[in-house]
Each structure stands twice: as C-alpha cells, then as structure tokens.
C-alpha cells in the first residue's frame, strides 16, 4: 500500500489525486489536506463568481474525493497543525498543491497607502475568501486603476462594470455585491507597461468586455501596430488583438450611451501612488518596446485614482524547511521533485501560469516521479498515523461528509438565481456541518 498526503485542495490537488487512483486503484490511500474546512481552492476563491461553467469543473472533482481511498481532510493547516516532517513520517509522499496565494509586489513609492490592494486581496473578497472578507476596498471614487493586463485584470474589470442583473446566477458574496453596487466608479483604467501585442488575456474573457450592459471598453486606435503584423501572432493572441481592434472601432457617440468605461492604457507602467493618507492618483512612465521588453521614455503623467488594483501575478508561500525560489515565487523543485518523497505540482511547481486545464497534466507527471521514487510504498502507518496525532493534538478535522453538509447549508442560503451564498467565516463554516 502506498500513502499520499496533497496539501491544498484545489485544481492541481485533485488531479494529483486522480491520476494516483488511475495508476493504482486500491493499492494507495490518499489524503488531500486544506487549511480551509471548504474544498476546491481556486475554484472556490480564484475563478471569477460569474464563470459558473468553469466552476462546475469541481463536480469532477467531488467524483475523485467519492472514490473509498481518496479523503478530503479539511480546517488543518500545515506548519501550525502539523508539519512537512510530521507527514513525511506518516506519508511515501507529500505533494505541495499549495497554489500562489500571494500578490507579487508592486515595488514602487505609495504600494502600501490604503486604496492599493492586491488582486489575491481583492479577488478574495468578492470570491468570499475568509482571508479577505473583511478587505472593505475603496470603492467611493469614481476611478479605479488596474495595473497589468492578464487575465486576472479582466475579471477585476469585469467584476467592477457590472450591474446587479449581470450578477444573476454568480456567487459572488453579496457584502460585495451590495458595495460594488453603491460604488461610484466610472472609469476603469487598465495598465499595460507593454503594448497590444504583449497582452495576456485570453479571446473569450477579452471578448466579454465588449458585452457589458453600462459599460464600454475604450482603445485608442494608435496604439494598435499595423494589422498585418497580427499574422505573425500566435492563434489566441491573433484573436484578442482582434478584440482590441474592435473596441477600437467603437464610435464616440457610444459612450455617451454608457455610464462607466474602461480603458486600456497601453506602453504605461506605474512608477509612483500618490496619497495623503490614502490613494489620490497614479503616476505612470509612458514606455516604447523594444525587443518585446518596456523601455521607459521618461514622459510621466498622472491618473488622478481612489483605487489602485495590481493584477501582476502571484507567488506561492514558502513553508519552513522546503527548498523554495525566491527569484520564481515558488518551491525549488526538478519537474514537481523537490526532494525524493516530497513533491509539488500545480502553481507550487511551475509558477502562476495556464488554466485549470493545464494542471491535469501536471498532476498526473508529479505522479510519475513519485511512482518511480517510492515503488510499493514503505509500510508507512498513512492516515492511521496522521489521525493518532491530530487526536492527541485535538485538531478539528472537516471531512468531506461535513463539507457536503456546509454546501447545502451555502445552497440553502443563497440569494434569488444563485447558487450558493458562501459562508466567508471560518467558525460560521465549521458550524453549518452540524
Ligand atoms: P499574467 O497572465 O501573468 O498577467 C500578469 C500581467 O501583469 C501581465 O500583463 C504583466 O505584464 C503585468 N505585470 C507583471 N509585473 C508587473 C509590474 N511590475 N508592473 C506592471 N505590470 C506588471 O497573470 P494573471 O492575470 O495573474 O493570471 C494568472 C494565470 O491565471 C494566467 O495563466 C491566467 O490566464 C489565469 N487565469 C485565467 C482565467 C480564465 O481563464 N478565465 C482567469 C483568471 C486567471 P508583462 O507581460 O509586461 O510582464
């Protein structure tokens, strides 16, 4: 018998999960730990509250956690309840899914004036993260500034333009639903320190911006390169530029029409906020590219804000004791080995990059090194011995049955049209299994 211990609970945990049970059946237990008492991370607290398709992945998820030998073990949160050592005793293998949780740092001048927030902050608060509930961002201002220009920033300008209707069948929690409908945000500002061509968002979540019921998106046409040289683009990329040139094609008259707008402002990259005890502007270097790298030119101008959002990717969390890049932002690992017997996959792996999608292959590489590393396991005492230890520490276990219960209570609850009305309190979560 082979024993596995995933800690985190989302995408990349339950594929790692599912490709152990494919390659062994019933010869390996798996344990997928959370420090939340609710599954499916960054299903749960990434993906956007109005991509309910793309949330529905989970119930595949719930497919793998049904199987006898695969259990979700909830509310234990690794270096406090237990350590990677503790684990490795009791586990052939302990595979990091911890995800990037963490904001990369804006470095630059003002970064920590109230009214600048992350996007790991700000996503978390509208997805109901209890990390961030109480986040309370600045909405009364009739600006808002997104910095980068990656797939998070669209949902953060998505979420912020639409009305109460476009809402309809999302879980977002309604604390941000309410503030975001009395919000005083007209304009949308995106950051690009590269130009059109250097963008990241992908041509289904570009194109939904140019379907917003109050809100249109602006592009000046003069920063687009010539059309011909869109040839050159790879597919994707080909059709989001598309997108651009078609938001640039829209006439003036129309946004008259609309009450908020969001403008992408290319070849810009932040240098300083400015503030008297919370953000007042954004001081911008207009950029040329060269060689596909932003060079500043100088010429800086302002964007008088009241909120700053910086969308420029995350970092995982190092764990004491475990190898870890602090150039990358993630574990120091050889293709998911960091050390034989300890692995990571997913984000904790390779970065914050790829969709869900690209973590199923990821999941089921890791699993590779790790069959041929531990063989048929070395007699380990498994969960047997994780749960001698979370007795005798008196830890407050979440099993998937209490999850199941947690989520009728969140269904039970939910608002008109929508799904779920999550809990965003760890004690209220643990309370709705009872
Ligand atoms: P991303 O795609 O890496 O985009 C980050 C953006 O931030 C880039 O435009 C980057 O510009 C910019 N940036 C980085 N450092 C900066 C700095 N110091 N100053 C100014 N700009 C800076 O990251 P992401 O948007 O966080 O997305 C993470 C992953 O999740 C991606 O793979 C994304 O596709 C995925 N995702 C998918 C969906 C979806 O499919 N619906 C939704 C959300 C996220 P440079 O290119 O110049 O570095």
């Known amino acids: 018998m082979r024993h596995l211990a995933i800690i985190g609970s989302g995408p990349a945990g339950y594929y790692t999960a599912e490709a152990a049970t494919k390659l ?31 949330k529905g992945v989970s119930r595949r998820y719930e497919g793998t956690n049904l199987a006898d030998n695969v259990r979700f073990v909830g509310n234990v949160t690794l270096g406090e309840d237990v350590t990677v050592a503790e684990l490795q005793d009791f586990y052939d293998a302990v595979i990091l899914a911890t995800g990037a949780p963490h904001d990369r740092k804006l470095d630059i001048p003002g970064a920590d004036l109230p009214g600048v927030v992350g996007s790991a902050a700000f996503v978390g608060w509208y997805n109901g993260h209890p990390q961030f509930a109480a986040l309370d961002p600045l909405l009364h201002t009739d600006t808002a500034v997104v910095i980068g220009m990656g797939n998070v920033a669209l ?31 007209r304009r949308v500002v995106i950051l690009g320190r590269r130009g059109p061509h250097q963008i990241m968002m992908t041509p289904k979540e570009l194109g939904e911006l140019g379907h917003l019921s109050r809100a249109a998106p602006r592009v000046d046409a003069a920063d687009l390169p010539d059309e011909g040289e869109d040839a050159l683009l790879e597919p994707g990329l080909r059709k989001s530029v598309g997108h651009l040139r078609s ?52 010429e800086t101008y302002r964007i008088p804000c009241g909120l700053v959002i910086s969308c420029i990717g995350y970092q ?42 690209t ?76």
């Open 155 to 185: 949902d953060v300008a998505r979420i912020l333009a639409k009305t109460r209707d476009e809402f309809a069948g999302s879980d977002i929690v309604s604390h941000a639903l309410e503030a975001l409908q009395a919000s005083g945000i």
């Open 247 to 298: 938001f640039a094609a829209i006439p003036e008259s129309h946004y008259a029409d609309v009450p908020i707008e969001v403008t992408f402002d290319f070849f810009a990259a932040p240098v300083a906020v400015e503030g008297d005890g919370k953000v007042t502007a954004i001081v911008v270097e207009r950029t040329a590219v060269q060689a596909g790298r932003a060079i500043g030119t100088s």
């Open 316 to 357: 995982t969390s190092p764990i004491p004791g475990v190898p870890f890049d602090e150039r990358l932002g993630r574990f120091a690992n050889d293709e998911g080995r960091i050390l034989p017997g300890l692995y990571c996959v997913g984000w904790a792996r390779r970065g914050p990059s790829g969709t869900i999608g």
């Open 359 to 434: 973590n199923r292959p990821d999941g089921f590489a890791v699993i590779e090194k790790v069959a041929a590393d531990i063989g048929g396991g070395a007699g380990k005492a498994g969960r047997a011995g994780f749960d001698a230890l979370a007795e005798a520490r008196g830890l407050d276990i979440v099993t998937f049955r209490d999850w199941k219960k947690i989520e009728a209570a969140e269904e039970a609850r939910a608002r008109e049209g929508a799904p779920r009305e999550k809990f965003v309190d760890i004690a209220e979560m643990i309370k709705a299994r009872s």
């Open 24 to 54: 062994w059946g019933e010869d390996v237990k798996v344990d997928i730990f959370d420090r939340l008492p609710v599954p499916y991370g960054l299903i749960r607290t990434g993906v956007a509250p109005d991509h309910q398709s793309i």
